[in-house]
């Protein structure tokens, strides 16, 4: 066989391996040494087994994660997300939405979504945003009347916002791979997230007008001893101090006034002092935020390390040569291109988790960009729209199962499946309006720091 064929047999194997349930990062390592071995081996250089280039490449790529800068903002996200969810803001802020949004068709589903966004952009986390939502919002909605599917569909698809939101876990690693500047990238992700939540809200209230059976409206006496001052109190205590924290963070990275480490770092900070203000920073509480912020960190950078070397080992090997001679064989034009491109990554959506799909097979696109005139950060938002549906789209749909985890016993699976459908429909209609109107991502960078 030749080094071409090795790396597709390489990925194929990989990618059969993931689907019988091995750990991905580990899967990853073991798989870049095992084929890397092969690539690298040199039988007049080796004195033992144990010399050759693979293992150091091992070594620098774990160092390369461990030094980057971009990275450094990783953990300190996570424990700004996670200090908040310890802290139980989020079920004052749920609450406090609810009431709010109380005299519109679909009102706890609006919240629930609201929160999400919210929460979702504090921590970027999709399981953590789902389980807690799923845990606080669905069964208030089950107990208000609530369609079960619909229900579902609401905290699933409101949890995988954080892909798309700044300051997302997600854009980072795609900066990190791509060599797009976070900040930009940040810019260019804020108006695409506001709209996918848009549509996700418009679907909402449209489908509670068409069938209030979906949603039923608030009975009188949930409703009726809330006075306006006191939705006005829940509020300023709940909502603001958390919007202003995120504000805080993304205009300190997006006006150049903090790198996005130092705001991380802020953010991280902001959390703890929000938690103490509402009396809610006990030192068990802290121990699990921390604990849980060094098991995700360490997570995300084994995926890198992983991720990488076998990413490095299939190049070596002629794997992007063979991928890219073939599409550019093609002779597609950029808008097939881009539709090619986004059902790749759209069905690498059901076996893989998005950072494999941004370290492995994102980089596969990026060197073909500049031959169909595609601008990196625009097609990075393009993919930031599309992996929201890795997370819903059966039969590997992530984020169902971890409803499913928390919900009640008589909740199927495969109601949860149907809830997530209509929404699958809101990523594709929202990524056509972006293609067709590229300034909704372009607008905000441009206007921030000029020219591409």
Not at 136 to 155: E, Q, T
């Amino acid at each position: 066989m030749t080094d071409p064929q090795v790396a597709v047999m390489m990925l194929g194997i990989f990618i059969f391996t993931i689907l019988l349930g091995f750990p991905i990062a580990f899967t990853l390592v073991a798989m870049g040494v095992a084929f890397g071995y092969y690539a690298y081996f040199d039988a007049e250089r080796m004195q033992t087994i144990f010399d050759n280039r693979i293992f150091d490449l091992l070594v620098n790529q774990t160092y390369s994660v461990m030094a980057n800068d971009v990275l450094t903002a990783v953990p300190l996200f996570l424990f700004m997300g996670y200090i908040v969810e310890r802290a139980n803001i989020v079920d004052r802020l749920f609450f406090s939405l609810q009431i709010a949004a109380r005299r519109l068709p679909g009102s706890m589903a609006i919240a629930a979504l609201a929160t999400c966004a919210l929460f979702a952009t504090a921590t970027g986390i999709i399981g953590a945003v789902v389980t807690l939502m799923g845990l606080l919002a669905f069964p208030a909605m089950l107990k208000a009347r609530y369609d079960v599917s619909f229900s579902a569909g609401v905290i699933c698809a409101g949890g995988c916002l954080g892909i798309l939101i700044p300051p997302s876990i997600m854009l980072i690693v795609y900066a990190a791979t791509s060599n797009v500047s976070v900040v930009k990238l940040y810019a260019g992700a804020i108006f695409p997230g506001f709209l996918l939540a848009g549509l996700y809200i418009l679907y909402v209230m449209g489908r509670a007008l068409l069938n209030p059976k979906l949603a039923p409206k608030p009975r009188p006496e949930d409703i009726a001893d809330v006075t306006t001052g006191q939705v006005i109190f829940m509020m300023v205590t709940s909502f603001f101090p958390l919007a202003f924290l995120i504000l805080s963070v993304l205009g300190a990275i997006l006006f150049g006034l903090a790198t996005p480490s130092e705001a991380a770092a802020v953010g991280a900070l902001g959390g703890l002092l929000l938690a103490a203000a509402y009396r809610a920073l006990t030192w068990e509480r802290l121990k699990e935020a921390v604990y849980l912020t060094v098991r995700t960190s360490a997570m995300v950078c084994w995926l890198f390390v992983g991720s990488w070397t076998f990413a490095s080992v299939f190049s070596y090997l002629g794997g992007h040569d063979v991928i890219e001679h073939f599409v550019l064989g093609l002779e597609l034009s950029p808008v097939m291109f881009l539709i090619l491109a986004q059902v790749i990554i759209f069905l690498l959506g059901w076996p893989l988790e998005w950072s494999e799909i941004i370290i492995i097979f994102v980089p596969i696109f990026l060197p073909m960009l500049p031959y169909f005139n595609v601008d990196p950060l625009f097609f990075g938002i393009l993919v930031a729209l599309n992996l929201q549906t890795s997370f819903l789209t059966p039969p590997m749909a992530m984020a169902a199962y971890y409803l499913k985890g928390v919900a009640p016993p008589h909740v199927h699976l495969m109601q949860i499946f149907k809830g997530v459908m209509p929404f699958l429909s809101m990523v594709i209609l929202a990524m056509i309006i972006l293609y067709n109107f590229p300034q909704i991502a372009f607008w905000l960078p441009d206007y921030l720091y000029g020219g591409r």
